[in-house]
Structures are given as structure tokens and as C-alpha cells.
Nanobody, 119 residues
């Protein structure tokens, strides 16, 4: 599986961005799909994931603001980010976990897309 993220960029606090992650070489329906982020000087953290059955998880800091979704027919994973905050600034990565249940490990990663939120 090859993952390619897009949609990052700059936004003002309170604004929105939508990230996309397109997979090639496999089908999304069998995998757990996740979004992760890493800010400078900080550890990578899981932001949201969706199991092969469609169950979704969000880290507390993005609940109510971010929405993870997938289009299996298009092999595309999305992350809709609303009400952006300065602390959302990070490199965002998508990843897949072959087991489907999101229990890890995530074995395939994209190259990342930068999100920068300014005041």
C-alpha cells in the first residue's frame, strides 16, 4: 500500500482544512485507517482512526472539531478539521493497520502533510 496525503496548508485559528489520504495498491475496506500528527519537539500522537467496521475514535483534544471519514470506492481517507486551534499545528500523517481493529501496529505511513494554524 502506498499512501499519499494532501490538503494541508495554512489556516487561521477558527478556520477549517480537509486532509485527504489516497491509497494505491490495496483496498481501504479491510484496514484500520488512522490520522496521526507530530508537532516540533513533541511525540507523535494519534488524532483519529476508523476501524474496518466503521467505528471511529478521536483523541480528546479534537473531539467535536475533527471528523474522520472514508470513501472506500475511492480508496480515500479524509480528516475534516474545523475550529482549528494554534495547537493543531503539526505534520499530519495517515497510516493503515492491517488487522482492521486499530489495535496496532500501524505498518504503512504516508509522507505527511503540514498544517499550520495562525492567530
Amino acid at each position: 500500500v502506498l499512501l499519499v496525503e494532501s490538503g494541508g496548508g495554512s489556516a487561521q485559528a477558527g478556520g477549517s482544512l480537509r486532509l485527504s489520504c489516497v491509497a494505491s495498491g490495496s483496498t481501504y475496506g479491510e484496514y484500520c485507517l488512522g490520522w496521526f500528527r507530530q508537532a516540533p519537539g513533541k511525540e507523535r500522537e494519534g488524532v483519529a482512526n476508523i476501524t474496518r467496521y466503521g467505528s471511529k475514535y478521536y483523541v480528546d483534544s479534537v473531539k467535536g472539531r475533527f471528523t474522520i471519514s472514508r470513501d472506500i470506492a475511492k480508496n480515500t481517507l479524509y480528516l475534516q478539521m474545523n475550529s482549528l486551534k494554534l495547537e493543531d499545528t503539526a505534520m499530519y500523517y495517515c497510516a493503515t493497520e492491517a488487522g482492521g481493529g486499530c489495535r496496532g501496529p500501524f505498518g504503512t505511513w504516508g509522507q505527511g502533510t503540514q498544517v499550520t494554524v495562525s492567530s
